[in-house]
């Protein structure tokens, strides 16, 4: 069941690590993705911070699901125009440095005993179909050096990116055909690009993901997106959850609310997607 499977990003709790980590025991939750640690991203700590971050999570009956890193969050070519996103502290670099930067995090990840690596696919071209040869080139080459050294990427549909959408997803993974790279599925993401995540975004997804964030959003009057809390925006949360126990998904689910309420702080938004997805959990019979 989900609850026995379910984790969290540590920052979108508190900016604090350990408070952070206090507060993910206490609620019971098993595993944390980790991306920013005390304001510093984790592909910039030092070996003894890593130790350090490890000892934390550990100590607390946690473990550490995943490095949630910025990798491929660059530019395919500078001299060309193309869309931007959050880095979590990362300036902007070419896409040499990020497969150096990839060597380094794979280095991070077996410090802090996770196979796993979030990644993206390049900031999103003005028509990002003219460059999949390019993008799956690039890609291939990451997943050899994954397969190689015995982790796995996950490639997120992350709207910013060539990569924004299920479908799209769906296609470099399928093109670039190793086992060491599958779909991370975000049908908050999804929706909050204006797209249906379930049921149709999900049928692009499902045959190639190996890991799900939970957050939803909401879309506005004038199109744009808000991330809430799970169950009050587009996603069909309850029905997404009822599909992939159907369809014998046995991996893990993080929270990733990036939701904060007028007045609130990260940890009173987390709290109440926390709340709401237990209650929807309850509902769907899906705990």
């Not at 049908?187 to 249906?196: K, L, S, T, V």
């Not at 975004?201 to 939970?214: D, P, S, T, W």
């Not at 309420?261 to 938004?269: H, I, Q, R």
Request: net charge negative; aromatic share 6%.
């Amino acid at each position: 069941m989900v609850l026995n499977r379910l984790g969290i990003l540590t920052d979108e709790v508190s900016d604090r690590f350990e408070e952070a980590l206090d507060w993910i025991a206490e609620q019971g939750l098993k595993h944390v993705e980790v991306r920013v640690v005390n304001g510093q991203n984790a592909a910039d700590l030092n070996d003894d911070q890593l130790r350090e971050v490890r000892k934390q999570v550990e100590g607390r009956g946690l473990f550490i699901s995943a490095i949630a890193s910025p990798l491929f969050k660059c530019k395919l070519d500078p001299s060309r125009e193309a869309a931007a996103g959050d880095t979590f502290g990362q300036i902007e670099e070419s896409v040499d440095a990020h497969f150096a930067k990839l060597d380094r995090v794979i280095a991070i990840a077996k410090l802090l005993n996770t196979n796993r690596i979030r990644i993206f696919s390049f900031w999103r071209e003005a028509d990002p179909s003219l460059y999949t040869g390019e993008i799956v080139r690039h890609l291939q080459r990451a997943a050899k050096t994954a397969a190689e050294q015995g982790v796995t990427l996950l490639l997120e549909n992350e709207p910013s990116c060539n990569g924004g959408y299920a479908e799209e997803v769906a296609l470099l993974v399928r093109e670039i055909a190793s086992p060491a790279l599958r779909g991370l599925w975000d049908p908050g993401n999804e929706a909050y690009a204006g797209r249906e995540a379930y049921p149709a975004g999900y049928a692009a997804m499902k045959e190639y993901l190996a890991h799900v964030h939970l957050k939803d959003a909401y879309i506005r009057e004038d199109g744009t997106g808000r991330c809430v809390p799970l169950g009050s925006g587009n996603v069909a949360v309850i029905e997404q959850l009822k599909a992939l126990q159907a369809d014998g998904y046995d991996g893990l689910f993080t929270i990733e609310t990036h939701f904060i309420p007028a007045g609130g702080s990260k940890m009173t938004g987390t709290c109440m997607t926390l709340d709401a997805l237990r209650t929807l959990l309850k509902e769907a019979g899906t705990e």
